[in-house]
């Protein structure tokens, strides 16, 4: 029923716009007014190309006063614009997913980047808190990965955070998400997890990464240093104030030795 209502919502905003857009000359500022407010108004059942042309279609078919049977021709040319502007729009929508999907992918190795890290994070958080479930945020740091790159060369380098995106990735449950957020660092975000389950599934990464990585050519382990920090569920916060807090136990983890897991704590949520 919300979202019957929230549909006809949009469906009679959008009419509005464009009944005065076609009826004021096409004016810019009536655009620009729609274009900010309807994309803040779109949900999860408006925002495919189909639906919105759905919309399209009926509000100016209602505002021209175009019926199906006593205006035929009007009709026809309606529904054949109609038809090529939505052939139009799915390959542009395709291309837009594909160079979306580029951008925000790290070449290297295959994970994404930090482009995608924030609006996940932003969703994930969300859906923790309308659950009112916990979420992990990781920071894990290849220790010492300059001495690979001066010592056995970039190659060598690239061969090592290529195994490591594989072996986070394994140790992951598929709900979990992992990002390459630069250089030798990476994100983990774990949902529907508290600090004391995090440990165990970090604590995996951790000693999976010291057990099977190494340098390309040698006997020489890899190992990682991790920080976590935690959301209860309960309250509005920031990524950044997550990201930031699992970036200080991280560096607690460094002082400690490296190759071990550090929790800092839960942030605490903003009313």
């Known amino acids: 029923m919300e979202v019957k209502v ?6 009679e905003t959008y009419k509005n716009y464009l009944e005065r857009y076609v009826c004021e000359g096409g004016a810019e500022g009536v655009l620009l007014e729609a274009y900010s407010y309807l994309t803040g108004q779109l949900g999860e059942h408006q925002i495919q190309t189909s639906n919105i042309l759905d ?17 035929a021709i009007q009709w026809i040319y309606i529904d054949r614009a109609t038809e090529f502007l939505a052939q139009i729009l799915v390959v542009i929508d395709t291309f837009l997913l594909q160079l979306k999907d580029r951008i925000e992918r790290d070449p290297l190795t295959g ?24 979420l992990v945020v990781a920071m894990l740091d290849l220790d010492n990965f300059k001495t690979v790159n001066d010592e056995y060369g970039h190659h060598a380098g690239d061969e090592v955070l290529r195994a490591a995106a594989v072996i ?85 983890a460094k002082k400690k030795g490296k190759n071990v897991v550090v929790c800092e704590g839960e942030v605490p949520p903003k009313n």
């Open 6 to 11: 929230a549909v006809e919502s949009f469906y």
């Open 55 to 71: 919309v399209h279609t009926r509000a100016l078919r209602e505002i021209m006063g175009v019926r199906r049977d006593s205006d």
């Open 111 to 134: 994970l994404y980047n930090r482009l995608a890290l924030y609006p996940d994070l932003n969703q994930m958080l969300k859906e923790a808190q309308e659950r009112e479930s916990p």
């Open 168 to 252: 986070i990735k394994k140790s992951l449950r598929g709900g979990d998400k992992v990002f390459r957020y630069g250089g030798e660092e990476f994100l983990v975000v774990l949902p529907n997890t508290d600090l004391n389950r995090a440990v165990i599934a970090l604590e995996r990464i951790r000693s999976q990464i010291a057990a099977n990585l190494t340098i390309p050519g040698t006997k020489s382990s890899i190992t990682t240093s991790i920080g976590a920090a935690g959301y209860r569920g309960k309250g509005s916060i920031s990524p950044n104030d997550l990201i930031m807090l699992a970036d200080k136990a991280l560096y607690q």
